[in-house]
T-cell receptor
Framework: AQSVSQHNHHVILSEAASLELGCNYS??????LFWYVQYPGQHLQLLLK??????LVKGIKGFEAEFIKSKFSFNLRKPSVQWSDTAEYFC???????????FGAGTRLFVKA | NAGVTQTPKFQVLKTGQSMTLQCAQD?????MYWYRQDPGMGLRLIYY???????DKGEVPNGYNVSRLNKREFSLRLESAAPSQTSVYFC????????????FGQGTRLTVV
């Protein structure tokens, strides 16, 4: 079955701390990978995506993610978080033959000012 | 450019009542989706429509029906609401390519009492 596993459901960090959110997907073929962010009270929006080329992709607001094919992973990183990064983060993928997006359960990040 | 517009934003129903959630997109996307978001479970796909005139079940279709009225509009109907359908519902649309992201509406918070 196709699925996405996010390692942490809740993360609490202080401002300026580094962030890494784990994501693993379950699918044997080629995938396109996404991280979405949902700020409090808002809808989901794209943070970054990977579909080919350099496995290290950069997104908005200083976020980046690395695709490691051998580990079926697509971890999200940010060197120094800000209070405004408080949000829920969702990892997701589409297989190249389809158009459905499969989402993980999400990780709630709270950044203390 | 409105993107994806959902109505209503909030709704309270009594068990057994029916209602329709409306969704419209102005991005000329072929594919449209309905998700529900529940704490700790991420986004689960209820139904999707790959193109005008077609609809398919997602992960959790029971208790719901959909209509792809035209290319722009995709509605979700609860025929007989149950407390288990209390959730936040998101409509989304995308191009029908695997490397493209989904665009989400603002969500509908539905409570069934």
């Amino acid at each position: 079955a196709q699925s996405v596993s996010q390692h942490n459901h809740h993360v609490i960090l202080s401002e300026a701390a580094s962030l890494e959110l784990g994501c693993n997907y379950s699918y044997g073929g080629t995938v396109n990978l996404f991280w979405y962010v949902q700020y409090p009270g808002q809808h989901l929006q794209l943070l970054l995506k990977y579909f080919s080329g350099d496995p290290l992709v950069k997104g908005i607001k200083g976020f980046e993610a690395e695709f490691i094919k051998s580990k079926f992973s697509f971890n999200l990183r940010k060197p120094s978080v800000q209070w405004s990064d408080t949000a829920e983060y969702f990892c997701a993928f589409k297989n190249t033959g389809g158009f459905k997006t499969i989402f993980g359960a999400g990780t709630r990040l709270f950044v203390k000012a | 450019n409105a993107g994806v517009t959902q109505t209503p934003k909030f709704q309270v129903l009594k068990t057994g009542q029916s209602m329709t959630l409306q969704c419209a997109q102005d991005m000329n996307h072929n594919s449209m989706y309905w998700y529900r978001q529940d704490p700790g479970m991420g986004l689960r796909l209820i139904y999707y429509s790959a193109s005008e005139g077609t609809t398919d079940k997602g992960e959790v279709p029971n208790g719901y029906n959909v209509s792809r009225l035209n290319k722009r509009e995709f509605s979700l109907r609860l025929e007989s609401a149950a407390p288990s359908q209390t959730s936040v519902y998101f409509c989304a649309s995308s191009l029908d390519r695997a490397d493209t992201e989904a665009f989400f509406g603002q969500g509908t918070r539905l409570t069934v009492v």
